[in-house]
């Protein structure tokens, strides 16, 4: 007799999860509470699927902050090569993009998706959707393997209704807070109505020791953005510490503070400051930013305005829009082969465990290696002969 699992929740974590277990001679069931599987991998996927990313280990370990030495075993023995090699055994390719990203060829999650699928039917694994698990009353089994996601974009599925089954059952979990996530700012009624919407092309925010290049979108509520995104950990502890965070942009990385002053200090003739603002490159969205504050009368203090104009953000967006979810069940809950101590012959992978990391691959990244790490876990606890292939960080 086949041990049966069962597999609640069918994002990525979810089905890695039941393809490993399948692929080793379990009966697993995918219980899915939406109509279909993979809503917000195919979600992740419409900007182009961002798989994993190539830099070196290291610097790839280091995106995830605390829980680094916690998913460092599990990303080793998963590591950003082993899932550029499942994705090309699935027929998607991947290729590095200019940032280091990593993406399939079609750019897409659909085909990726699709082809899975067709393996996990070749593999046996049963999908039952519109499932809602409640509880382990719900659906017997000799293990299970819980991937129910975080609580970031619930109508794709993961509503984080799982913390009170959890929390019923004795397990500790830090509180499921917004990550990569857009921040409140009270603009004037002249930005939000002129310019919600446009973005702010090349620009540099700082916050603290951390400085990013890249993009953000003024919106009617404040900041969104890859850039914002990848300040937002750091921007959230900030607010809950003080109340706010001030953040500072640099709206002409590309020239440096005497240049723009040069510049400024040239005559004018009968030109007004924003077109001659216009005219060393800021947009009419960087000018109107720039604006919200006093600007300066000198060109010194104006340079240094567009070198470091502060941005006050006062609260997190929602969960529910941001792009993932920090927080989630605490380490000391789980054993090295992600089992619920309290809860034995249950395991956890994904978004559910208390890990965060920027965008970039490294959200998918880890939520693959957690879901390798429980299934195997998941083998061993059944007593299974466990398959390990070694991979190496080089691509
Ligand atoms: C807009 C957007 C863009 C993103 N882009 C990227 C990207 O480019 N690269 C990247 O690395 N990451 C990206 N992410 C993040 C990535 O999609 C997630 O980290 C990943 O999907 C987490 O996988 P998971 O399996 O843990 O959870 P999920 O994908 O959330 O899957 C959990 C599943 O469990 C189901 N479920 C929940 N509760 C129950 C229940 N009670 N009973 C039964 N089923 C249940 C849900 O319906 C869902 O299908 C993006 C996210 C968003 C929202």
Redesign the pocket.
């Known amino acids: 007799m086949k041990p049966t699992v069962a597999v ?7 089905l890695m999860a039941a393809e490993i277990l399948a692929g080793a001679g379990c009966a697993a069931t995918v ?4 109509p279909t ?5 195919l ?10 990313h190539s830099e070196p280990r290291e610097a790839f370990l280091s995106r995830y902050g605390e829980a680094r030495d916690w998913l460092t075993p599990m990303l080793d023995a998963f590591p950003p090569s082993a899932l550029r090699a499942w994705c090309a055994s699935l027929g998607e390719e991947t290729f590095v993009g200019s940032s280091g990203r990593v993406f399939p060829k079609s750019f897409k999650a659909s085909p990726l998706l699709r082809a899975w699928l067709r393996r996990l039917v070749d593999l046996g694994v049963r999908i039952e959707a519109r ?4 509880g382990w009353a719900d659906i017997p089994a000799d293990a299970t393997v819980l ?4 609580a ?2 619930p109508r ?4 984080a ?2 913390v009170d089954v959890l929390r019923a059952r004795g397990v500790t979990m830090s509180p499921l807070r917004p990550a990569n996530c857009g921040f409140e700012v009270e603009w004037s009624d002249h930005l939000r109505e002129r310019f919600a919407g446009q973005p702010l092309k090349r620009i540099a925010l700082t916050f603290g020791a951390q400085r990013v290049r890249g993009e953000a979108m003024i919106t009617a509520h404040g900041l969104e953005g890859g850039a914002v995104y990848a300040l937002s950990a750091a921007l959230r502890e900030a607010i809950q510490r003080d109340g706010r965070a001030v953040v500072s942009i640099d709206l002409l990385p590309d020239l440096d503070e005497a240049d723009i002053r040069r510049r400024l200090s040239e005559p004018r003739g009968a030109r007004s400051l924003s077109t001659i603002l216009r005219r060393i490159g800021l947009s009419p969205a960087g000018v109107a930013l720039l604006r919200e504050a006093p600007l300066g009368s000198t060109p010194a203090e104006q340079a240094a305005r567009i070198k470091s104009a502060p941005v006050i953000v006062v609260a997190a967006r929602p969960i529910e829009r ?3 979810t920090a927080g989630g069940i605490a380490r000391e809950e789980v054993d090295a082969t992600l089992m619920l101590k309290r809860v034995p012959g249950v395991f956890v ?4 465990l208390d890990w965060e990391a920027p ?7 880890a ?1 693959f290696a957690t ?1 390798v790490a429980a299934a195997h876990g998941a083998l061993a606890y059944l007593g299974r002969p466990v398959a390990r292939p070694v991979y190496s960080w080089n691509n």
Do not use: C, F
Not at 31 to 34: G, N, Q
């Open positions: 609640i929740g069918g994002g990525p974590a979810g219980y899915e509470r939406m599987v993979g809503r917000k991998l979600m992740a996927g419409r900007g182009g699927l961002n798989v994993t499932r809602r698990w409640h991937a129910l996601g975080g970031s974009w794709l599925g993961s509503d209704s799982w941001a792009i993932s992978a994904g978004e559910m965008t970039g691959g490294y959200l998918l990244q939520t879901a």
